[in-house]
């Protein structure tokens, strides 16, 4: 059935000039992008973002990475969407991502892990709605 999920391409990838080759993977996977836009966080954004977050001891770095240049949020839409860009994504620590997925390609640590995905239809929904208004998804 139609999925909705979240992603964000994150600082590094925009830096590095990676941005139009994940979405290449992307779009290629079979997810249409229902909405995508450029900004740069906030701290308060990035803390609010990412609260469930907020007791563990990478908190402060996570989102003061987030806040260190332009991000793409975007909602992205196909069957199964949300465990599918799981698996495209790849592990969390690129140094456990299988061979071929985003995060193999192109991150570099961790912390600089080029890409979010969320991880269940609360969350989507949560990380939708924190970033995009219903009108700008198409
Ligand atoms: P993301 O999917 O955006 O959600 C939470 C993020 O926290 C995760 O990607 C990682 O980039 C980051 N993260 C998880 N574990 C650690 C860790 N041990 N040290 C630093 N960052 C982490």
Request: glycine share 8%.
């Amino acid at each position: 059935m139609s999925q909705r999920t979240f992603s964000i391409i994150k600082p590094d990838a925009v830096r590095k000039g990676d941005t139009a080759a994940i979405l290449a993977v992307i779009e290629k996977a079979g997810f249409k992008i229902l909405g995508i836009k450029k900004i740069v966080l906030s701290k308060a954004q990035a803390e609010g973002f990412y609260h469930v977050h907020s007791a563990r001891p990478f908190f402060n770095d996570l989102t003061t990475f987030m806040t260190s240049g332009p991000i793409f949020p975007m909602v992205l839409e196909k069957d199964n969407a949300i465990a599918d860009l799981r698996k495209l994504m790849g592990a969390t620590n690129p140094a456990n991502a299988e061979d071929g997925t985003i995060r193999k390609l192109f991150a570099a640590s961790i912390e600089e892990n080029a890409i979010h995905g969320s991880d269940a239809e609360d969350t989507a929904a949560f990380e939708i709605g924190y970033f995009f208004a219903g009108y700008e998804l198409k």
